[in-house]
Structures are given as C-alpha cells and as structure tokens.
C-alpha cells in the first residue's frame, strides 16, 4: 500500500501461510495443466477423512484378526495421516495442558506461602479470612499464565491470525477466502472446516511416531550396515506399535533396537489407507519420467505442492532423513585414518524398499506379488526412479521460487489486497536489506492486478 517493492526470494514451502500454501496448491495445479503434459487427468487430491467409513470397516476387519482383545481405538496405524496428526496434537494440548495446571497449583502455593508464614501466630478465623481474600488475586495474577485458546497456541504468538482480523468488512474477506480453495473440491464439511485459513505459518504437520523414529535412526543407526533391510523382532516391534496406537509418550533411547525401529517406521507407512503420495497422483507422478530430464524436477515439484500440507510435510521430513541415511552409505574415513563402515543403503537402496509403500495404486496381496506381470515389474522400476529422484533432490522440491510466490499473491490481489499488503510486510521484514522503497511499486501492482484473469476460482496473474 505504501509503494515499496519486495524483491522475493526462494523460500521453504513450511514457511508459507496457511492460505499461501492453499493457494500455492491452485496455482500448481493450472501450471500443470497448461505447461506440463503428463498425459493423463490431474486432481488434486482428496483429504483422508472423506473416507472415513470405508477405512473403518478395513480397520475393523484387521482389528479382528490380529488384535482380539484389543479395547482401545488406534491412534496411529491404519488412520488417514491427517486423523494421526489431529491425535497426535490433541494428545498435546491435553499433556500442555496439565503442565499449566500443575504450574498454576505451583505458583498459588508459593503465593500462599508468605501469608502463612506471618499470619501462623494469629487466630484461626483471621487466618482463614485472609485465605479467603487471597484466594482470588492469584487468578488475576496468574491469569497471563493460562492456556490461550488452541487456535492461537497452534499457529504461534502472531499478530494477525487470519483474513477477518485485518478489516472490519468480513463480508468481503470472507467472500475471499472461499476462493482459497477450488470450487469444486468445497463441500459443506470444508467450508465449515476452512472457514478461517491462517495468514501465519502453520505447525508442522508431521506425526509423532514418524518424527520419532527419523530421530533415533539419525542419532543411533547411521553408520549400521542394512538399515531397513536386517530382520528386527516381531514381538518386539508389535510392542511398540501397540504403545503408539494407545498414544503412550513412547521415547526412544539407545536401548532401543535400530532394526526394530527401522521396521516400525516402514510399517506405518506400509499401513497407512492412503499412500503419502496419495492414489490421485500415482499416474502423474509415474508420467514426469516421459519428461525430459531438465523438466522432471519442476514437474515433481507442483505435483508435491497438490499434497495435503499433512502428506507435504510428512514426505519432507522422510526424504531428508533418507537423504542422510544415503550420505553416510559409502565407507569413509575418519580424521586419525580410521575406516568407517558405510551403511550401504543408497539413494537406490533406499528407494526400493520405501517406493512401493509411499506410491502405489493400491494393496496388493502376496499372491499378486509372487505373479508379478510384466506391466507391474515396469511399473514398480518406474516407482523406484520417482523416489529415488525425490531424496537425490528433496532440498530443492520443497523451496517455492519467487516466480511462483508471485503467482500466488497476484491470485490473492484481485480478492483482497489487505492480505497482499500484509504478507508483503511480512516478508520484507524476514528479508532485511534486500527491499528498495519506488513511487511507482505500488503502478507496477496494480498494472499486474489488471493483467489477471480468473480461472477455477482464483486469479493467474500474466507475467
């Protein structure tokens, strides 16, 4: 608004803003369609819980004939990834929570304590008295100390939220929002769901166990040769997982066993009702290998971007740990001459073995395996080289260049120039020393603004 010109610069897609990034999903998805050709239909896919029901009866099923006398709901196998994520965060809000409470029944104890130590010579009744009008000036002294509400302890200690906080005319904002996502893909659920995306980054949305077995392995297991590929006890893993799945804060330590640990972590993506790539994308993803080699990349890219930010963020947080694990796989030498022992899992490695769990049309059962035809075995070689591409060049998949930044804030122009304004600011105020003040910044947008057209709901600015 003021006419300042911010020179954009590459950035993680994590850093975005909620709306940012469901933006940024639309923008990828008309890139695709109009500059890549993959030769096939592209959607954008579907969040998990739209198939609540069919996932239950697989879930029951499998609950009956593994786990009997099992009484407890899953927490984290077989659950649509974003159902992990919700659990995993209400599991802690609720143990946030109890820290607060117990701080607030620490502080108001060492409140009281002076009172009672100058008052225990006087009379019962003058000290209760003075019990009771103490009583309540530790809550209001205490009252910064309570929980803030989920919403804003979830998107961290921001100014600005979301769209209906920067003007009083939410009509408009609102109106503006709704287009955040595409038309077609706005059910009720999603509109009451998506009613408020935030301008603020959003945590990351990764589940606790997959986050904690890339720890322990990246501590423990680096330098363990066939990691992913020696046997790990059955009881032992079972144990774990089931610890998991009642949502007990597991930690794991060095008495754990890297085999084991390693083992759990491919079975929850084995388990997982939708792959991490997800079903909708299986086709394209196969097809960015008809590319040639330079658009490859790019075309990984935007198809990444069409993930659900639960799935986006998961797969970043596997491939950088498979990226490590594949930088410690040849045998190296230590700086007193000493040979360490390579891992031997390569990028190659790695990729057949994880590949077939992260994207796959659908489960298929031993036999089908055992009898594999010829279509299959190319497909599963396709698969390999997809994933092997991805943790070779993870780093570069998930930073958003400005000409793609400028895309998605030139679609939000023509809805809401407040939110551009104030995303702008933001942004200048990250990248200190490479913004310049220019009279005609504020022409040059406006000029971009009138050189838009609309397209399934939202704005692609001409460059």
């Known amino acids: ?14 850093s975005l803003s909620e709306l940012e990034r469901a933006r940024l999903q639309e923008v990828a998805f008309y890139q695709l369609q109009q500059d890549c050709d993959l030769g096939c239909q592209i959607t954008i896919p579907k969040d998990g819980q739209k198939r609540k029901k069919s996932l239950r009866k697989k879930l029951d ?3 009956k004939e593994k786990n009997r006398d099992k009484e407890f709901a899953p927490q984290a196998f077989g659950m649509p990834l974003s159902q992990v994520i919700a659990n995993d965060r209400a599991y ?3 143990q946030d929570s109890q820290r607060e409470e117990q701080k607030d029944v620490s502080d108001f104890v060492a409140f009281l304590l002076p009172f009672g130590s100058k008052r225990q010579n006087k009379e019962l009744s003058s000290s209760n008295s003075s019990l009771s ?15 803030e509400p989920a919403r804003a302890r979830r998107r961290g200690a921001m100014s600005v939220d979301s769209i209906t906080d920067l003007d009083d005319n939410q009509s408009r904002l609102l109106e503006a929002l709704q287009l955040s996502l595409p038309a077609e893909a706005q059910s009720k659920k999603e509109k009451a769901r998506d009613k408020k995306l935030s301008l603020n980054p959003i945590y990351r949305q990764v589940p606790r166990l997959v986050d904690s077995c890339c720890q322990h392995l990246e501590k423990h297991g680096l330098q363990t040769v066939g990691i992913f590929r020696v046997g790990s006890s059955k009881k032992r893993v079972r144990q774990l997982r089931e610890e998991f799945d009642r949502g007990i804060d597991v930690v794991l330590d060095e008495e754990h066993s890297i085999h084991d640990v390693a083992a759990l972590l491919k079975e929850f993506l084995r388990d997982m009702p939708d792959p991490l790539l997800t079903r909708e994308l299986y086709t394209p993803f196969i097809n960015t290998l008809l590319l040639e080699p330079d658009e490859q990349l790019s075309t990984l890219q935007l198809l ?7 799935n986006c963020d998961t797969l970043h947080r596997l491939l950088q740990f498979l990226s490590t694990v594949a930088g410690h796989a040849e045998d190296t030498t230590d700086k007193d001459g000493q040979e ?30 055992t009898v594999q035809s010829s279509a299959r075995a190319e497909e599963s070689t396709a698969i390999i080289a997809v994933v092997q591409k991805m943790i070779e060049n993870y780093e570069a998949l998930f930073m958003v260049s400005p000409d793609l930044q400028n895309e998605v804030l030139i679609s939000l122009l023509e809805t809401d120039p407040d939110v551009v304004d104030y995303l702008l600011r933001r942004k200048a105020s990250q990248s200190s020393g490479i913004t310049v003040f220019t009279p005609c ?3 040059r947008l406006m000029l971009q603004r009138s050189s ?4 399934l709901g939202f704005t692609a600015g001409v460059k």
């Open 61 to 63: 099923s499998l609950g």
């Open 92 to 94: 802690k809000l609720r």
């Open 304 to 310: 990444i971007y069409l993930l659900p930010p639960c």
């Open 1 to 14: 608004m003021s006419g300042r010109s911010v020179r954009l610069k590459s950035v993680p897609v994590q």
């Open 441 to 443: 910044g504020i022409a």
């Open 452 to 455: 838009c057209r609309c397209l």
């Open 340 to 369: 360490i022992t390579g891992n031997k899992m390569t990028s190659l490695n790695l990729a057949t073995i994880f590949g077939p769990n992260l994207l796959h049309k659908q489960k298929s059962t031993d036999k089908e395996f």
């Open 133 to 147: 009008s103490t009583s309540e000036t530790p809550n209001e002294s205490t009252s910064p100390n309570t929980p």
